[in-house]
């Protein structure tokens, strides 16, 4: 039986994780982290302190998640991480803490399967095809800018290599902030409208040819489940930094 504690347990996915961990016979909700909800822990260091936890689920948000997964591998919790907001310096940062203490942990911008799978088709497509850029859709609200799923799909190309640049960016006429930011050298354009929950879309270009790569979320936080269920049964066995739930798929 596996304890865990679900940070931001009263949130859009960590309430439907909360649930489905309820729910499993390997699985035990032992603590869930919720700042608006007088049932639970308002904080993550005061949840571990006070219960004995073995994996860390962190669904919080962009400004409290670093804090949050230092503080779960202090205590030698291991943790799988579904919010966005963390860097690669973040990542590194964590991944040399985690291996120091014999911790796990597991994070992905995105725990959908259709999500994970994009990453994968589009580290292959990009071994064949060498121009591409990436649009990142979210709701007006979303603060953090890329998405974690447009964050880790342009590291996970910069691996395979740099995309081939038309106009240099120090070459181009007009506003440069129109050819939106590079991440890992990728150019990354965010969107942020109404209506959208979180899109990334890959659009790789070849002479008289394109191939779109596009993940849509629906309006259920049901997609999630399963990646995150998937990734608590795992992260127990492993030592340092994962990224990505494509990496747990056979």
Known sequence: MIRVCVAGVTGWTGRAVAGAIEAAEDLELVAGVARSDPASFSSVAEALDAVDVEVLVEYT????VRANVIAAIERGVHAVVGSSGLTAADYAEINSLA???????IAAGNFSLTAALLLRLAAE???HLGAW???DY???GKQDAPS???RELVERLEAVRKPIAGVPLDDVLGAREARGATIGGTQV???????FVVSTEIVFGADGERLSLRHDAG???APYVVGTLLAIRGVPGRVGLTRGLDQLLA
């Open 61 to 64: 948000h962009a400004g409290v």
């Open 219 to 221: 309006e259920t936080p």
């Open 99 to 105: 291996r120091e203490r014999r911790t796990g942990v």
């Open 133 to 135: 850029e990436v649009i």
């Open 148 to 150: 974690g799923t447009s």
């Open 189 to 195: 354009h965010s969107v942020r409208l109404p209506s």
């Open 138 to 140: 979210a709701s007006a």
């Open 125 to 127: 497509a990009a071994r």
